[in-house]
C-alpha cells in the first residue's frame, strides 16, 4: 500500500522496531487469549521492558521523555501489526494526571516505578452505572476522616483492574447540591489497590464482546491516606480534562493503526481470491469500499498529526483532538465492515483474525467517548450552537 508519508515521518524508526516486537505476537497468540479471555502479559511486559509504555515520562522520573506523537506512533502500529494495544494503553495517558497535577512527592513515589514497570497504573475508575457519559453525576464519594478518606460507592467498566497495581480514581468529595457548579466537588486519587483489594475494594470482571478485562469495582469504606489525592481537593474534574485530549488523540492514532491492518489485510485477500475465474479485487463492488476506507483513514490519520503537533507545542487542540477520535473511530470501523465483506465467508473464520480485530475496533464508537458526545462538543464547543443536553 502507498505510503507518501512515512518517508518524512519523524516517527519512523519507532514504528519499525515496535512492529520487530509485535511480529513475536501474532495471530495465534491474540486469538488464544480471546477463546480464554486472558490478559496479553506477556506482550505488556515486552512492550514495557522495551520503554515503549513510558515515552510519555519525562526522563527526570525514568522515561524517555518522547512527545506524544512518539507515543501514537506506538500505539498505530501496534494496532496496524494485529497487535491490541487496548491491554495497556490507558497506562501511557494516565500518568499525565500524576505528572500535571500530582505533588513532587507523588511523582517520586509513583513514576519512576511506573517507567520501570514495577508499578502498573493501568485502571481509570470514572464511568459508574447509573451515571454514565454525565460524569459529574457519580455518586461514589470519598469522605475525608482524619488523615484518611472514606470511599464508598462503585465504578463499571474500570478496564484492566485486575491487571493493575495503582488506580487513578474520580469520586465526589462535596455533594452536588452544595457546589455552585456540578463540575466542582469532584476529586482526583492514586488509589494503591495492592493495598486496598480485600479491604473495602472489591473487583468483578465483566465478560464483553471483546477481550478487554474491563470490571466492576466496587468500594464499600475503603480507607486509602489523605496524601492520596491528586491536586486540589474537589477540583478534580479539570485533573480528568486535562487528560483527555491526549486520550483522544491516543486512541485515534489505535483507530488509524486498526484501519491499516483492515485494509491490507482486505488487499492481499481481494487480490488473492479467485472466484468466477478472475481476483474478486478485479470487481469495483469489492474496490470501492476498501478505497473508501483508506482515504477516511488517511483524513483521520491527518487530524491525528494535527492534534498531536497542537498538543506537543501546548497549544489548545480540543477540537483536533476530538475530530481525530471521530473520524478515526468511522475509519476503522469502516475498513472493519469492508474487511468482512471482501473475505465473505472467510471474514466469519477465527483463523483469519478479522472477525476478532472486528469486534475490538466497534468499541471505540463507544467509549472511551461516543461519537454523539463528540459530536455535540464540536456543535457546542467549535460551531456555537446551543448545548443540547
Ligand atoms: C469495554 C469498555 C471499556 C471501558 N473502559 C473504561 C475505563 O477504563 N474507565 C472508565 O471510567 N470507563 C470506561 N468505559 C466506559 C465508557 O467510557 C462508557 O461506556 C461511555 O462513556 C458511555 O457511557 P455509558 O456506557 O454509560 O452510556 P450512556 O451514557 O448510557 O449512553 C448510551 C448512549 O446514549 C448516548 N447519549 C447519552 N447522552 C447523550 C446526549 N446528551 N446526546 C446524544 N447522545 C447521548 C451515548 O452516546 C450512547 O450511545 C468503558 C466502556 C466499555 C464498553
Redesign the pocket.
Known sequence: MDQPLLAADPKAEIRVEVAKLCARFPGEYWRKLDAERRYPSEFVAALTEAGYLSVLIPESYGGSGLGLSAAAAILETIQEQGCNGAACH?QMYIMGAILRHGSEAQKQAYLPGIASGALRLQ?????E?T????TTALRTFARREGDEFVVNGQ??????AEHSDLMLLLARTTPRDQVAKKTEGLSVFIVDMRKALGHGLAIRPIR?M?N?N?CEVFFDNMRIPADSLVGQLDRGFRVILDGMNAERLLIAAECVGDAKWFIAKSVAYANERQVFGRAIGKNQGVQFPIARAYAQMRAAELMVREGCMKFEAGLPCGPEANMAKLLAAEASWAAAEAAVQTHGGFGFAEEYDVERKFRETR?YQ????????IL?YLAEHVLGLSR??
Do not use: C, E, Q
Not at 451515571?131 to 454525565?134: Q, R
Open positions: 490507558a485502571a481509570f475508575g470514572v464511568t452505572p451515571s454514565g457519559t454525565d465504578k463499571i467498566w474500570t478496564s484492566r464483553t471483546m478487554h474491563s468499541l463507544v467509549a472511551p467517548i461516543s461519537t454523539n458526545l455535540s443540547s443536553y
